[in-house]
Every structure is written in structure tokens, then in C-alpha cells.
């Protein structure tokens, strides 16, 4: 079942940019992902995902998506004060793909 993932994090938008380079999402995006978007905000920034499933997107964040935001933001002095913060995921229905 496909899940809308929504998530706030406090870092800034091109550290966050640094990081999808690095993973390189552009040319092998993540299986199960549908569509992926983040927008600049006052504190950091906003993602909007959508997944085929949670556990497809918990594989990925595992795999490449944690791994690559300690390594990129690290070498770049960027610290996290505690956890990241967790993201919202609601069932997602009535999905329409465009053309």
C-alpha cells in the first residue's frame, strides 16, 4: 500500500542537497520510490515522499539514506542535536501518476 512520508528536519537545504548527490538518487533512485520533493523553510527543510510501502523506504533510509547523511554531513561540520526527527507516514490513496 503506498504511503505519503512527510518530514521536517532542521539542516539546511544544501547540505541536504549535498547529501541526495552523494547518494546519487537522481540516476538510481531507491526501489519504491514513487515521487520525492523538499522545499526550503524558515528552519530547515520539508520532504514530501511517496513510497510503494513504509518498509521500502525504511530499506533505503538503512541502507544508503543514514549512512550517506553522517558521512556528508559530518565532513561538512553539520551536527544533529539528538535523533533525527522521525517522519509522518499516512496511507496514501487515490494515486494518480501523470504522464
Known sequence: MPVLLTMDLPIRREDLEAVSSAM???NDPPDGLIVHV???TAD???VVDI???QDQFQ????????????????ERGVALDGPPP????DEAFD???GR
Open 95 to 97: 494515486l494518480v501518476r
Open 24 to 26: 546519487g538518487v537522481q
Open 59 to 74: 530499506q533505503f533510509s538503512d541502507a544508503r539514506l543514514v549512512p550517506t547523511m553522517q558521512k556528508v554531513l559530518g
Open 44 to 46: 530547515g527543510v520539508h
Open 38 to 40: 523538499m522545499t526550503a
Open 51 to 53: 513510497w510503494e510501502s
Open 86 to 89: 522521525e517522519p509522518t507516514f
